[in-house]
């Protein structure tokens, strides 16, 4: 008889939770429209280019693709004007943040240190490895306590998660304070990176003000997520990468898993990249939608937090409920996210739909409001 058990730390997971399906949500309620508006996917779809190169390599699927991807690679550190030996890509952001985990940490004796809300990913996976995870809470408004953030930190810190813009939030420090935290992290804890998530931080209006990537500039204690997943389109086949100090970047391809990253996977990607026209519909589209379900929300009553991402933190007013609304949306076919994860139950996110999706859900929204009794 197999008398084997999980390790502690598995016994104990609380996994991550995705956003609801469209298939899952079809079935239970046998409804014909489903709008995803929950997981910050991109509402024009998958780029056109990406499609077609997709397509056109589909029949190469049978072969391994070649080790460290290498075209890839190239194409990122052009388009960041950064060195090949600093790039990484992995099974989308995900495995980035586990695998730096996984590299940097020891299990028991080091630690973590990230907000309290934040991308649940990042205590997940180092629960996962048993590494200790110190939280500092976010500022009432979701802004960030740097000064709070510096007190979690000791010598055991190997890695700090800064999400810009946050989710679920959408605030943004600007780019002058982040580095500036670097620092005063650099002389308590110099072995301590500080990792930074800007899976959104294209949608900001002024990139160059947020983003120390885009600033070119980035200090030797940092190392910078992006991904495909969002404006670009490709969030189902995967796609994430990491800027990083050149000696993590080394470790972290003898570290990863050979074949983490598929063969079409990259070669959306690198349509992905060359599809200007559909970035700029998408960026126009993410901003005009923002602003005209902030303007909407505000005047329903709700409070709505600025986001510079492709989603919305919102609460509604007294006296309805989030997990109400949340359910009631539900059943008329349009899926947003209740953040009971995020130990938030009064608020909402929503994200940045195209205009039916935007369309359908403000009209929703009014009439889950209008019913409520004041
Ligand atoms: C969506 C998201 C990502 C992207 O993860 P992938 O694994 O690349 O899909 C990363 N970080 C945050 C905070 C996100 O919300």
Same mark, same amino acid.
């Given at each position: 008889?197999y008398?084997?058990?999980?390790?502690?730390?598995?016994?104990?997971?609380d996994?991550?939770t995705?956003?609801?399906s469209?298939?899952?949500?079809?079935?239970k309620f046998?409804?014909?429209?489903?709008?995803?508006?929950a997981?910050?996917?991109?509402p024009l779809g998958v780029?056109?280019l990406a499609?077609?190169?997709?397509?056109?390599? *589909?029949?190469e699927?049978?072969?391994?693709?070649?080790?460290?991807?290498?075209?890839?690679?190239? *194409?990122?550190?052009?388009?960041?004007?950064?060195?090949?030996?600093?790039?990484?890509?992995?099974?989308?952001?995900d495995?980035?943040?586990?695998?730096?985990?996984?590299?940097?940490?020891?299990?028991?004796?080091?630690?973590?240190?990230?907000?309290?809300?934040?991308?649940?990913l990042?205590?997940?996976?180092?629960?996962?490895?048993?590494v200790?995870?110190?939280?500092?809470?976010?500022?009432?408004?979701f802004?960030?306590?740097?000064?709070g953030?510096l007190k979690?930190i000791?010598?055991?810190?190997?890695?700090?998660?800064?999400?810009t813009?946050d989710?679920?939030?959408?605030y943004?420090?600007?780019?002058?304070?982040?580095r500036?935290?670097a620092?005063?992290?650099?002389?308590?804890?110099?072995?301590?990176?500080?990792?930074?998530?800007e899976?959104y931080?294209?949608?900001?209006?002024?990139?160059?003000?947020?983003?120390?990537?885009a600033?070119?500039?980035?200090?030797?204690?940092?190392?910078?997520?992006?991904?495909?997943?969002?404006s670009y389109?490709? *969030?189902?086949?995967?796609?994430?990468?990491?800027i990083?100090?050149?000696?993590?970047?080394?470790?972290?391809?003898?570290?990863?898993l050979?074949?983490?990253?598929?063969?079409?996977?990259?070669?959306?990607?690198?349509?992905?990249?060359e599809d200007?026209?559909?970035?700029?519909?998408?960026?126009?589209?993410?901003?005009?939608?923002?602003?005209?379900?902030?303007?909407?929300?505000?005047?329903?009553?709700?409070?709505?937090w600025?986001s510079?991402?492709?989603f919305?933190?919102?609460?509604?007013?007294h006296?309805?409920?989030?997990?109400?609304?949340?359910?009631?949306?539900l059943?008329?076919?349009?899926?947003?996210?209740?953040?009971?994860?995020?130990?938030l139950?009064?608020?909402?996110?929503?994200s940045?739909?195209?205009?039916?999706?935007?369309?359908?859900f403000?009209k929703?929204?009014?009439?889950?409001?209008?019913?409520?009794e004041?």
């Amino acid at each position: 008889m197999y008398t084997g058990s999980l390790r502690p730390q598995i016994g104990a997971l609380d996994p991550y939770t995705p956003g609801l399906s469209i298939d899952e949500i079809r079935q239970k309620f046998g409804l014909a429209q489903i709008y995803k508006m929950a997981s910050n996917e991109n509402p024009l779809g998958v780029p056109p280019l990406a499609q077609e190169a997709i397509a056109r390599h *589909a029949q190469e699927a049978f072969r391994y693709p070649r080790g460290g991807n290498p075209r890839l690679v190239h *194409a990122l550190a052009e388009l960041h004007k950064v060195s090949e030996k600093k790039l990484v890509i992995g099974n989308g952001s995900d495995e980035v943040i586990d695998l730096l985990i996984r590299m940097l940490c020891d299990p028991v004796s080091d630690s973590i240190v990230c907000f309290q809300p934040c991308f649940n990913l990042y205590p997940i996976q180092a629960q996962i490895s048993g590494v200790t995870i110190k939280r500092c809470p976010l500022k009432e408004d979701f802004s960030f306590d740097f000064a709070g953030m510096l007190k979690a930190i000791d010598d055991t810190t190997r890695i700090v998660f800064l999400t810009t813009p946050d989710n679920p939030s959408g605030y943004c420090p600007v780019a002058k304070n982040v580095r500036a935290f670097a620092k005063q992290l650099e002389q308590k804890a110099p072995k301590a990176l500080l990792l930074i998530d800007e899976a959104y931080m294209d949608f900001c209006q002024d990139e160059k003000a947020f983003s120390l990537l885009a600033q070119g500039d980035i200090p030797s204690n940092v190392g910078i997520m992006r991904t495909f997943s969002k404006s670009y389109g490709l *969030a189902g086949l995967r796609l994430g990468y990491a800027i990083l100090p050149e000696a993590l970047a080394e470790g972290f391809w003898r570290a990863r898993l050979p074949f983490s990253v598929n063969l079409l996977a990259e070669e959306a990607g690198l349509a992905a990249l060359e599809d200007q026209a559909f970035r700029e519909k998408t960026m126009e589209t993410v901003r005009q939608g923002r602003t005209l379900l902030t303007e909407r929300l505000t005047d329903m009553g709700c409070t709505v937090w600025p986001s510079a991402a492709n989603f919305l933190l919102f609460t509604l007013p007294h006296p309805a409920k989030a997990a109400d609304c949340f359910t009631t949306l539900l059943s008329h076919g349009i899926i947003i996210r209740l953040l009971k994860s995020y130990s938030l139950p009064d608020h909402l996110r929503v994200s940045i739909g195209n205009t039916q999706e935007n369309g359908a859900f403000l009209k929703e929204m009014a009439s889950f409001l209008g019913r409520i009794e004041k």
